[in-house]
């Protein structure tokens, strides 16, 4: 089944005044506090945010698992409420640390048990099992049994299972939880290339990891403690904290250091980066300016004192910067990847 972008297709995930609250003793809980949301078929779109902040609580309603406590959602069209046995058709929902399945089962089995829940003829289903584990690289670990897998082989297992029933939109709720750099790289690039295949197909991911929903995500909405706090593509969301201008210079030696340009008029702050080796003639500061025109001070104050430029790059800002200019607190060291996308090999 294929998406037609052509034709006038409601919109793949639209929310309007939507609450959930867990009626828990002694008080309730608000998981979300009024949300309004529209994903447009073909988007990939995150939801990124740190621990209780309502993620799966919306994923949840969103794939037909949990009722809402008020409001609407539709999934191309189609209420949550009235209408779950027409989403489930068209969606598929893979969670991180799942422990789905059963473990005697070998890989093949456990998929093609999947293929009957949804209904698909015998021969129908095996051939679409067979092609997904390779789709998802695990032709060597297709007799395994479920319960002697890695992680990451698991992960990868669930992957395929959330494509069986060729879904036009894909909830990925935390997909890379507790997996290595490796196999987080390969969930992610195994999303990719699904969506890439054919047009129109829809991903909503929740994340905690910025740098996930960095890469992978056309647009994002951040979301703390039921609401959400700003939509909009990454550079959108970057560019609103982007009022002071950060450069990072290196040069072959610095008299007086970093202090000799943190006074020049225009400059908010210049500090030696930790990778600078005065040994090597690289000395490496980071720079804030008030505006990128402050740069015309420091390049002549480093002429004067016989400094030679070896580099000079824009910083951008990071998404970790919008979060904390929304909220007033960044997330916490522990809920970020052992190593930040793209830095690993
Ligand atoms: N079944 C539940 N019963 C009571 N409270 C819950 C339940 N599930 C989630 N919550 C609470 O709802 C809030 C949102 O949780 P959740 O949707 O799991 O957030 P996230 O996925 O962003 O971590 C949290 O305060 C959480 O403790
Ligand atoms: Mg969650």
Request: hydrophobic share 45%; glycine share 10%; with cysteine.
């Amino acid at each position: 089944m294929s998406v037609d972008t052509g034709s006038a297709l409601p919109p793949a995930i639209s929310v309007a005044g939507l609450r959930r609250v867990y009626e828990t003793k002694p008080q309730p809980v608000v998981a979300l506090a009024g949300v309004d949301l529209e994903v447009r078929p073909g988007e990939f779109f995150g939801l990124l945010g740190p621990n209780g902040a309502g993620k799966t609580t919306l994923i949840k309603i969103l794939t037909t698992l949990l009722l809402p406590t008020s409001g609407e959602a539709r999934i191309f069209g189609f209420d949550v409420s009235t209408e779950s046995n027409r989403i489930r058709r068209i969606m598929n929902m893979v969670a991180g640390g799942e422990q789905s399945g059963y473990g005697i089962l070998t890989v093949r089995e456990q998929l093609w048990m999947f293929t009957q829940f949804y209904g698909l003829e015998a021969r129908e289903g095996w051939r679409r099992v067979d092609e997904l584990i390779e789709a998802v690289g695990m032709g060597d670990q297709r007799l395994q049994r479920v319960s002697t897998l890695s992680t990451g082989q698991r992960q990868k297992m669930n992957m395929a299972r959330g494509l069986l029933n060729d879904p036009w939109i894909l909830f990925l709720d935390e997909p890379t939880l507790g997996l290595d750099v490796a196999a987080a790289r390969g969930i992610r690039d195994l999303v990719l290339a699904w969506k890439a295949a054919v047009p129109g197909r829809t991903v909503l991911l929740t994340t905690h990891y910025m740098a996930e929903a960095d890469e992978l995500c056309e647009r994002i909405a951040i979301v703390d403690h039921g609401r959400i706090l700003a939509i909009g593509t990454p550079d959108e969301l970057k560019k609103r904290v982007q009022r002071e201008s950060i450069f990072r210079l290196e040069v072959d030696h610095l008299d007086g250091g970093a202090p000799s340009l943190a006074r020049l008029p225009g400059v908010v702050s210049a500090s030696l980066a930790a990778d600078s080796d005065p040994e090597q003639q690289r000395v490496a500061v980071n720079l804030v300016l008030t505006e990128d025109a402050a740069l015309g001070a420091v390049v002549s104050a480093l002429g004067g004192l016989g400094s030679q430029i070896l580099a000079l790059r824009k910083s951008e800002p990071t998404l970790e910067d919008v979060f904390v200019e929304l909220v007033g607190r960044g997330f916490s060291e522990e809920t970020e990847p052992p190593v930040p996308v793209g830095a690993e090999a």
